[in-house]
Structure formats: C-alpha cells, structure tokens
C-alpha cells in the first residue's frame, strides 16, 4: 500500500511538472498575448520602419535588461499584464534594441503596449514606441543621454486617449482643491493641513 502511494504521488508529481511545463512554453510562444510572440513580432516591426533603420543601421538586434557580466544578453524581456479602465487585458513590455554591429550610437529602449480586444480573444497594438539614448560612461543610458522618440506604431485610440488623460491633469492641476483633504498642489501651501483641521 505504501509503494503504490509512493508511485502515485511520483507519478503525480511528473505530471504535475510536465503540464506546468506544456503551459509555460504555450503561453510564451504560442499564445497571441504570449511575451516571446509579442516580443519577435514588435521586433519586427522596429527592424521594418525605415526612421529605425536610419538611426540604428541594418542589422538591429533585441535584448532584455542589461547587465555588466559574463551574461549580458541572457536577462529576461520585463513586461507587465494588468487591467485598464474598460476592463480589458493589457500586456506592457520594455526590452533594448542596439546596431549589432556596433556602428550606430545609439542605444534604444522599445516599449510595446496591447490591449486585448473585448469579445473577440485577439489582441491589438495600442503602441510601440522607441526612446533613443546616446549611452554615457560605462554605455549606461539615463535621463540626461536621452536623444529622441520615435514613434514606430500609436493607434489613434490610444492617442485619443492620452489626450483625454493629459486634459483631466491639467484641468485637476488648476482646480481648487476641497479644503478637506490636501492634494500637495500649490493650494496646499497657502492653506496648511494644520489650519484645515
């Protein structure tokens, strides 16, 4: 009775393992949304857009985040999977695009949003867009090597949409605050928490 417990429990156990196994390598190269379908495809579409092609040459290789070791191509691709406000499934993904050969001097950070069509299971570009860095000391990229944004793929919805959103905060930036609760805005100085009270 124990051995057969025993091979059960192993049995299980490889099962186990090998369905988790099947659905890693479904849901990351199969599947529509999957992060290395979604990650190949953006791809390219960077290496086809000729404004890429002119400032970053020909042969234009991806790669997760970087790092200063042995292993400096072999990090994963960051991305993110949340919700919006409709209520749709959204995929976020960042990875570094450079010239493989090296003759472009330009390091480019790609950034890829989806959204998940509702009803239909397919999911639709919102962005992909390319921020261009000139690297500093140690090929490090940061704020001030920032060269300029290329914009390879932005549906008009998503356009619409972060008009709508830089509408809101500028409106909000302007309004009076409620006196009740302060909001760190330049209202809040003049009229401190303490005198709120």
């Known amino acids: 009775l124990a051995s057969t417990a025993g091979n059960v429990l192993i049995i299980g156990s490889v099962l186990s393992l090998f369905g988790f196994i099947m659905y890693t390598l479904y849901d990351n190269l199969i599947a529509e949304s999957g992060v290395t379908r979604v990650y190949n495809e953006s791809l390219d579409l960077l290496r086809a857009n000729p404004t890429i092609k002119a400032l970053l040459g020909e042969s234009i290789a991806g790669f997760g985040e970087p790092t200063h070791g042995q292993r400096q191509r072999q990090r994963a691709i960051t991305h993110r999977n949340s919700v919006d ?7 976020y993904m960042q990875y570094y695009v450079e010239d493989s050969r090296k003759q472009s001097p330009y390091v480019g950070v790609a950034k890829v949003d989806l959204a998940e069509s509702k009803g239909t299971g397919s999911w639709d570009y919102n962005y992909i867009v390319v921020d261009l860095y000139l690297p500093g ?34 409106s909000q930036r302007f309004a009076v605050p409620d006196r009740a609760s302060p909001d760190g805005s330049w209202f809040s100085a003049l009229w401190p928490a303490s005198r709120r009270k």
Do not use: N
């Open 137 to 170: 000391e140690r090929g490090r990229i940061s704020s001030e090597t920032f060269a300029s944004r290329v914009e390879v793929l932005v549906t008009d919805e998503f356009a619409r949409e972060v008009r709508q959103h830089e509408a809101r905060q500028r």
């Open 85 to 91: 406000a409709q209520g749709r499934q959204r995929l």
